[in-house]
């Protein structure tokens, strides 16, 4: 059975910085592009960002460019999400999901982690 594990989350002053992890197990990992999503409180989730299976491309929200910076490790089954520069309005609870290339949705989600920026 697939599980995806966030871990990382917590509450940090404005400006800090945060690593979240997300460790993979049931599937191949290194088959998965990744991804990492976030929900407000009474907001819709939005992306986040996308690792590709190699860890050679991502993407981003326009929100978070240059302040995030997504990384697997594929021998260790690992996606991370390393947060910079933190703002309050990136307070959320934050959820990992992952993705067979070339198919249209993402198949496995976490069950989150709690991310609270205080300013």
């Known amino acids: 059975q697939v599980q995806l594990t966030e871990s990382g989350g917590g509450l940090v002053q404005a400006g800090g910085s945060l690593r979240l992890s997300c460790a993979a197990s049931g599937l191949t990992f290194s088959m998965y592009n990744m991804g990492w999503f976030r929900q407000a409180p009474g907001k819709e989730r939005e992306f986040v960002g996308t690792i590709s299976v190699s860890g050679g491309g991502t993407t981003y929200a326009d929100s978070v460019k240059e302040r995030f910076t997504i990384s697997r490790d594929n021998a260790k089954n690992t996606l991370y999400l390393q947060m910079n520069s933190l703002k309050p309005e990136d307070t959320a609870v934050y959820y990992c999901?992952?993705?067979?290339?070339?198919?249209?949705?993402?198949?496995?989600w976490g069950q989150g982690t709690q991310v609270t920026v205080s300013s």
């Open positions: 999901a992952a993705t067979v290339p070339g198919v249209g949705g993402y198949h496995y």
